[in-house]
């Protein structure tokens, strides 16, 4: 079999698309877990740099029980939007979803007429009457919850993984069968930069040779001639935006210094998150450079690995759409151990054709976990 795929696609391009299934198994928090520290607000306290920072002993804290009352109270709303869509699950992001748009329509930035009756309902809560008074109470409220929920994320994601090697990714990207791998992830983790580092696989992410401690965003790399790719679409906990060149930089050694934080025009890493939001995001700044790469990748290949991911990303699932139904033999691998599940979780972009493409051979499933799957059922399901 190994002889057969290097004979049909040794000057193959792959795509493989990673979602947050596939860092389960290196220690990285479940989007559940992540929902549960963000509902809970347990042993985080906000800093002096307006950061939620995770902090032993922390003591209680009038901003951190204002936004813990409002954002119990968004749950609360979504729960009971969702309580007949059961197929989607009730999580972090959705709560931040709301959050934004509240704190856009508040603010002016997006008119959304919808949101008002929410708002109605929220100022009339008892115990978030007085935070929101005023519109700039409200606008005011409405951010720090946002900020409160990007933060946990960053923080629950800021750890160092338990386990970094992925076996068939690691095979994938040792054999030369293939000729260029893009590793297109939604993760904002950092394991599979590590993964490489420890095997010592040079791999290319877009950002430039150090200057004064500094990899700058240089987005031109990616087109460079690397045979191993990695375009995180949604950030990562370890982008900031610098002072300096007002770029978006990786710094080399991790030092949360205030020296650092000076260097800084936010505190905050440039993350993605919520659910629709971020398709506003995905044509700004560094993220339109990545998704013009991501479009490049889906253009250049035939063959799409998809693992850990739920099908959630209205944006992402049509570009995989498109990109499904331009060709004859597009063909996408889907490593799962429970189909159906995902099948109805999966947001109509992908639902609405799955069956079909099953059909007609361009959805293939491996029935198993990510941790499970050797690379040989990998390829195998990627020979027609």
């Excluded at 189909?339 to 609405?352: E, K």
Aim: proline share 3%; with cysteine.
């Amino acid at each position: 079999m190994r002889d057969s795929f290097s004979r049909k696609h040794s000057q193959m391009r792959i795509t493989l698309l990673l979602g947050s299934g596939g860092s389960l198994k290196a220690g990285m928090p479940s989007t559940n877990e992540i929902t549960s520290k963000v509902r809970s607000g347990e042993g985080i306290m906000r800093h002096s740099d307006t950061v939620y920072h995770f902090m032993r002993n922390a003591l209680p804290d009038k901003r951190n029980e204002q936004v813990l009352l409002l954002t119990n109270a968004l749950f609360s709303e979504i729960e009971s939007y969702y309580n007949e869509r059961r197929s989607h699950p009730v999580n972090y992001e959705n709560c931040c979803y709301l959050a934004t748009q509240l704190r856009d329509a508040e603010s002016g930035e997006f008119d959304n007429a919808a949101v008002q009756p929410l708002i109605e309902r929220l100022t009339q809560k008892k115990e978030l009457r007085t935070l929101m008074a005023t519109r700039e109470d409200r606008r005011s409220l409405f951010e720090e919850t946002d900020n409160y929920i990007r933060d946990v994320v960053w923080g629950m994601l800021n750890r160092t993984p338990a386990n970094v090697q992925h076996l068939w990714l690691a095979d994938m990207v040792r054999d030369k069968s293939f000729a260029s791998i893009d590793l297109v992830t939604l993760n904002h983790d950092t394991v599979l930069e590590q993964a490489f580092t420890s095997n010592s696989v040079t791999f290319c992410d877009g950002f430039g040779e150090a200057v004064n401690g500094v990899r700058f965003w240089q987005a031109d790399r990616l087109q460079d001639s690397n045979r191993i790719r990695l375009i995180k679409l949604h950030g990562s906990i370890d982008w900031f935006r610098f002072r300096a060149k007002n770029a978006i930089g990786i710094q080399e050694e991790h030092d949360s210094s205030e020296g650092r934080i000076a260097d800084l025009t936010d505190p905050r890493p440039e993350l993605l998150v919520g659910t629709f939001n971020k398709m506003l995001e995905y044509t700004t700044g560094i993220f339109a450079d990545l998704h013009c790469h991501f479009h490049r990748c889906l253009r250049q290949t035939r063959l799409l690995v998809c693992c850990g991911y739920g099908f959630g990303d209205k944006g992402i699932n049509t570009k995989l759409s498109e990109w499904i139904n331009a060709g004859p033999d597009r063909r996408l691998v889907v490593v799962h151990a429970d189909p159906d599940q995902l099948f109805c979780c999966s947001r109509g972009a992908i639902a609405d054709h799955w069956p079909a493409w099953q059909r007609q051979g361009k959805l293939v499933l491996v029935k198993k976990w990510n941790e499970d799957v050797s690379l040989d059922e990998i390829k195998q399901a990627l020979l027609p």
